[in-house]
Structure formats: C-alpha cells, structure tokens
C-alpha cells in the first residue's frame, strides 16, 4: 500500500506563495512571517512591504525618488514604525510631561506623509517637506500645513453630498529620513468635531498624546462647498501653549524610538487621552486662575493694611 505524504503550504511554489502574502495586511503579514523559516524569508521580501505601504499609504508616491521606501527608510521598518500607536510613559502617568533626552541628535528634516479616507477608500494624499534645521524653525511654534486654505494650489477634493465630516479619517505619518524612522501622530478617528466661531466651517480634530503634550491635527471642511479646505498639524503644551519647533523635534524622536501599541481599542484609547488632556489643561487653567485671584487679594490685603497704617499715623501726630 502506496504512502501518501501530507501537503503543507510551503510546498507550493515560491512566487504563488509571495503572491498571496502580498494580499495580506501588515498585521497578517507579520504573524505569518513567525510560522516557518520558509515564510519569514518569503515575507521578508522589501517589495512586499513596499506594496503594503503603498496601499496603506498612497501619499508615498508622491514622495521624491529615494526619499521614502527605500535604503533609508526601508518599507518593513516604515510599517512597523507608522502602523501601530506610538506610546511614551508620559502617557500613563509613569513620568513627569515631557523629559526628552537632551543630547539626542534631532531630525534635520521632516517629511509628512498625511492621507485622508472615507469608508477606508483614499480621499486626499498629500507628502510635505519641512527644513528643520532653521533657527527660524527651531523657535517658532510648530505648525505643518498639508493643504493650506487660500493657497493657490487646487481645491481639496469634493466630499461628495450626505458625507458627514464625521466620516473621514486621517493618517498623519512623520517621517525623520535621515535615522529612516517614522511615527503616526494621527488617531486614525476623530476626536472631536467643532465649528468654527465665524466661517461655520467643520473642524474635525485627530489627536495623539505624546510626552504630556498634545499634537493635534486639524481637518477643516466646508459643507457649503462640500470640500476640504485645510488640513494641518500643531503641538501643544498641558498649559495650552504652542510647542516650538525645538521642543516638537524633541518630542518626535522620542516617539520614534519609542514603544508602539496595536489594536483596534488604540483608538478609543487615543481619543480617551485626549479628553483626559482637555480636563487637565482646564484643572491647571483653573488652578492657576485661583492662585491669581488669592494673590490679588493678598496684595489688596497689604495694601489696605499699608493706606490704614499711613492715615493711623496722620491721624494721631
């Protein structure tokens, strides 16, 4: 009686099996490069992961040549670095806000990969390229414009009629070339939803919180026009005072270096970061409120004991 012997996946050929891992998602792609050493070195091919990034992120194709997805920034290492949440102690309260390593070297230029989505399918993609060595810069507060309102560049694209501002999600991939890593300081989701107190314009807010610091990017619609208007990216201190582009930097390496977490609750997660931010900022804003008015009193205090003393003593010369 003949044997017959099992067939495994690995027994098919190498290109059909690269085929198929190419349609896998990155997290997929990860878990089955630990099941054999055949698949790990099939899953290790650049080009599957550039063909990953690329669907993720369709804004890197409109990168320069050799900018991104390639030897500085290799595609796996750009996926693992953007993919997931970035996390800094900071944001459990393991640490005081915002200690990063002073002596670390700081990116001499970022690049900002930002695509905008609506029911997964890419809406906007935008690449902008920001010097960063300026002392112009370095100085300033922080501020990065994907799609800026009056420019004379084209008009974002239409929403299209009933989508809900509410509806679009944004990735917001930093990217330091020069140490080939990068970091997603978008929460994917929005935040928040506001109106602007003049134009009535949505402003839909994505948010991470980072090293007791807030970035936070902005996307403006115009329901009137049914279009995209503005998209950028701040950073903000716990006092509610703009982060300069020195203390950003810092920040960002940081988060580069720094630990990530996956899963689809980073979402909420992030968001519920975000509100714990808002309630700390208006606490401190309110502390600081009632130390002004306790010192004015005080100097009220000392100011009537002063003008009562002066009339005591012309009174009774």
Known sequence: MAMTTATTLEDLPADVLACALRRLDGRSLAAASCATAGLRALAADPETWRALCLARWPSLLQARPGLLL??????????????PFPCLPADDNAAPAAAPDL??????????????????????????????????????????????????????????????????????????PRAGRAVNVSSRRPVAVDRHWYTGEALVRYAVVLGGCKFEAT???????????????????ADGAAVSGEGTL????????????GGEEQEEAAKRR????????????ESKA???????????????VALLSFIAAVVLR
């Open 290 to 304: 009632r130390k002004e008015v306790l010192v004015d009193l005080c100097c009220s205090a000392v100011s009537a």
């Open 219 to 237: 996307v403006t619609c115009s329901e009137e026009a049914w279009s995209i208007r503005e998209i950028s990216l701040a950073a903000e201190d």
């Open 274 to 285: 975000y509100e714990e931010f808002l309630r700390s900022k208006r606490g401190r804003k």
């Open 70 to 83: 390639g030897a500085a920034v290799p595609p796996r290492r750009l996926f693992a670095d953007a993919f």
């Open 103 to 176: 002596q670390q070297q700081l990116p001499a230029e970022l690049v900002s990969a930002v695509d905008v989505y609506h029911g997964g399918a890419p809406l906007l993609s935008r690449v902008v390229e920001t010097p960063a060595s300026s002392s112009w810069f370095l100085t300033s507060p922080f501020r990065v414009d994907a799609v800026e309102c009056g420019s004379p560049a084209p008009a974002g694209p239409s929403l299209g009629r009933g989508v809900s501002p509410a509806e679009l999600e944004l990735s917001w991939v930093v990217v330091d």
């Open 250 to 261: 810092r920040l960002l390496a940081a988060a580069m270096a720094g630990p990530r977490k």
